[in-house]
């Protein structure tokens, strides 16, 4: 398509999809067509994943045993058990719960943020939003790779930063942190509206969501319309859910 089109509500992910492949994009969001792929145990662990240390940043869940016991409830006993030794091998359920025990202020858990950009709707929900009194922090839960201070700083990864920018837009007065946790668990705190060198990333990023926000809207939806790095493209295609579609199979290494 290249007739100029209404640009979707999008989300910081169909954003970061489009900004991968803009092709999969419009299968996935204009077509609205579906893989229908049972989810993977890649998956399936990262849901979990998310699901456990959000409960445990709202202390909804306390220690192992409430963690054993909600597990029980959702799982049978053996699916149940290789749950836990699978959080154990990379997101050791201990160092969860400690890692988590000093934080303090009010926690939210799938907080929807949203905000208008250059006319499109965006709209959201960050993993995890610790809000104290000069400070709020976004924390999105990796269960998978983590970005780079460099993916970031080039845009490559462009889901945090979002984020940081839709929070701003209605705390204004207040510092924001945006923080990556991955297993380990390891965080990393790459955005800090407080920092120096945040008002020239904001700038940049928002310059770069305009390129993106302009191929939306002019309907740039081909394969060589992607405006991410050649690493993120190659690693988008070999996850792709839509090769078999694509004009350029050769491209996906199956």
């Avoid at 640009?7 to 999809?17: E, Q």
């Avoid at 609205?32 to 989810?39: G, L, V």
């Avoid at 290789?82 to 202020?105: A, R």
């Amino acid at each position: 398509a290249t007739s100029p089109v209404e640009p979707l509500p999008m989300s910081p992910s169909s954003l970061a999809l489009y900004q991968r492949c803009p092709y999969a994009y419009y299968i996935k969001h204009h077509l609205r067509i579906s893989s229908h792929a049972p989810a993977s145990e890649y998956q399936m662990i990262g849901f979990l994943v998310h699901n456990i240390v959000e409960k445990l940043a709202t202390k909804e869940l306390m220690n192992v045993q409430d963690i054993q016991s909600y597990l029980d409830k959702e799982y049978s006993p053996l699916m149940a058990q290789v749950m836990v030794n699978t959080l154990n091998s990379h997101w050791p359920l201990e160092d969860i719960i400690s890692f988590f025990k000093p934080y303090e202020g009010c926690v939210e858990t799938e907080k929807e943020l949203s905000g208008t950009m250059e006319g499109i709707e965006l709209k959201g929900r960050a993993d995890i939003i610790i809000s104290k009194e000069s400070t709020i922090e976004i924390v999105d839960i990796k269960s998978g790779s983590v970005a780079t201070k460099k993916d970031i700083a080039t845009y490559d990864y462009i889901q945090l930063g979002v984020y940081a920018i839709l929070l701003k837009l209605t705390h204004s007065t207040q510092s924001i942190k945006a923080s990556l946790l991955s297993k380990g668990p390891k965080i990393q705190t790459p955005i800090d509206t407080s920092d120096a060198h945040y008002i020239a990333y904001e700038q940049g990023l928002m310059q770069y969501l305009r390129q993106l926000f302009n191929g939306l809207k002019q309907a740039k939806f081909g394969i060589d319309h992607a405006m991410s790095s050649e690493k993120e493209i190659a690693n988008q295609c070999r996850v792709c859910d839509f090769y078999h579609a694509c004009h350029k199979r050769e491209r996906h290494q199956r």
